[in-house]
């Protein structure tokens, strides 16, 4: 549908919203409230409605509504006092009160015919209630599975969870048990079974795709039953840990094979992310994340990883200036306003926080995206990064073994912060024991292998590393710019020192006058 209120315009299908022709630039959660009160102007819209709608029944804090609200009325001219378009009716909701005029008869756009059909702007999983297998009855571990796993997925901002109660009622009805996606529309599908004999149970779940059913992944848990509690409580975090990365990946792939000119601001940074882990071309990703951000300047998450591209670079590149310094720190400011209840906007903007030597400012962001959700391993991988940096490695260890107990299938990206915690801690042995797991490490961590053997008197092996890191490194790659960024994370002069001085005896060229 397409309609105009004053000096604005608002296309439905596409969506998009313009004003005196020119695209407005709307977070989408904030184009995605101001359609349905658009949709819905002949009544007043709640809050809970609008939870149930526009957030998919997650639970969201009253504050993070307002804050929406108040970016719709930016957008299209209102404030608190001129409610010309957003009218807030007290203890009652909101309503769209600004007159329509309706286009009508306009003709498609060429364009718009020949485009196939985007993907929903999140992915979406509908967990199906786990089936009993036990000969008795442990109907009651299957049915707190399900529920438990549904709560805990739901904290994932870029994943849309059907709600309990519509997956309870599935299991009421045998019909939809029997072909669920001919009624719920959903793109991934978690189905699993639990069998318990004696003291012993075993759960499996399987994720699938919805469209063509193919399996993405399974998981097999054979347990020793102590405490029912106890066992939900760890399976769960296990599944929500690494089924929403295990969605993500699988969009970015099919996402990077779709011709698809025209793809959404969410779609294109799956994509864009999944490139990055697949061949690790920064300038690429970078000139990626830039032009997702030209083309939708209000959506957080691009910005977020935009900035922390732009502070981690160095590490690849052993190149950078102030104003990049700068502006990774500006693009976070950015993110953290558009984004504020997103744990991986806040998640990644503490790392870049961190990157600028800005400490406080980076552990308090890195806690509260844990608080909104434990599951992430994105979340405790950074907040171990952040604490180990901060003189706090005994307790960024734990959670990098937390990351690594909710993530078991990928945890080669996970050694670089635990490598740098466990240099930091003196306990070199253990950190080159995972060196040597790595099978493909980045070539700035040859550098840090190198001062790990300087370190443990073996001059033969780090001189052999840092010939390797030597090598290995791009052209115009300074070894000073590198070591100053790492230097420039630690918040405690004796971690600075340890590093500079394993990093001279290793060898590094151009470091301390070496």
Excluded at 200 to 217: M, P, Y
């Amino acid at each position: 549908m397409k309609a105009r209120f004053g000096a604005f315009r608002i296309d439905t299908a596409i969506p998009e919203l313009t004003r005196d022709g020119v695209a407005v630039a709307v977070e989408p959660k904030v184009l995605d409230i101001l359609i349905y009160l658009f949709e819905n102007r002949d009544r007043i819209v709640s809050k809970d409605e609008l939870i149930e709608t526009v957030w998919r029944g997650r639970i969201v804090s009253d504050a993070a509504i307002t804050s929406r609200i108040n970016l719709v009325r930016h957008a299209v001219g209102d404030s608190g006092r001129e409610q010309n378009t957003i009218q807030t009716q007290p203890k009652r909701g909101f309503r769209f009160v600004a007159a329509v005029e309706q286009e009508t008869g306009a003709a498609q756009d060429p364009d718009e015919r020949t485009v196939a059909e985007p993907l929903a702007a999140e992915a979406s999983i509908l967990v199906l209630p786990f089936t009993d297998l036990s000969p008795g009855s442990s109907e009651f571990l299957a049915e707190g599975l399900t529920e438990d796993l549904i709560v805990a997925l739901s904290r994932y901002s870029d994943v849309r969870v059907v709600s309990i109660s519509s997956a309870q009622r599935l299991k009421d009805r045998r019909s939809l048990l029997e072909n669920p996606m001919a009624n719920v529309p959903t793109d991934y599908l978690v189905t699993g079974t639990v069998q318990v004999r004696g003291q012993r149970v075993r759960i499996t779940v399987q994720l699938s795709e919805r469209s063509s059913g193919a399996s993405i992944c399974a998981e097999q848990f054979d347990r020793q039953i102590e405490n029912y509690f106890d066992l939900q409580d760890d399976i769960v975090r296990s599944l929500a840990g690494y089924l929403p990365w295990r969605v993500f990946d699988d969009v970015g792939r099919r996402l990077n094979r779709s011709n698809s000119p025209r793809l959404s601001s969410y779609q294109a940074l799956l994509r864009a992310e999944y490139d990055m882990a697949a061949h690790q071309d920064i300038l690429r990703e970078e000139a990626d994340y830039r032009r997702i951000v030209a083309n939708d300047p209000g959506f957080g998450p691009a910005r977020a990883a935009l900035a922390f591209l732009l502070g981690y670079k160095v590490f690849i590149t052993g190149q950078q200036t102030e104003s990049e310094v700068e502006e990774s720190l500006d693009q976070a400011r950015a993110a953290i306003r558009l984004a504020p209840d997103n744990e991986r906007v806040l998640s990644k903007c503490a790392m870049v926080f961190q990157f600028g030597g800005q400490y406080p400012v980076a552990k308090k962001l890195a806690e509260q995206a844990i608080t909104i959700n434990p599951n992430s391993t994105e979340c405790t991988h950074f907040l171990a990064t952040i604490l180990a940096a901060s003189g706090e490695a005994e307790r960024a260890m734990s959670y990098h073994q937390r990351t690594m107990d909710l993530d078991p299938l990928f945890p080669e990206g996970h050694y670089e912060g635990m490598i740098e915690a466990l240099y930091v801690m003196h306990r070199h042995k253990e950190a080159l024991e995972l060196v040597a797991k790595w099978t493909n490490p980045h070539p700035h961590c040859q550098a840090y292998a190198a001062a790990l053997w300087a370190k443990e008197g073996n001059d033969v092996r780090a001189r052999m590393c840092t010939e390797r890191f030597e090598a290995a490194k791009p052209d115009g790659y300074s070894n000073a710019t590198f070591v100053a960024a790492l230097l420039r994370c630690y918040t405690r002069p004796e971690d600075r020192e340890h590093w500079l001085t394993g990093f001279v005896a290793a060898g590094i060229s151009g470091i301390n006058g070496s």
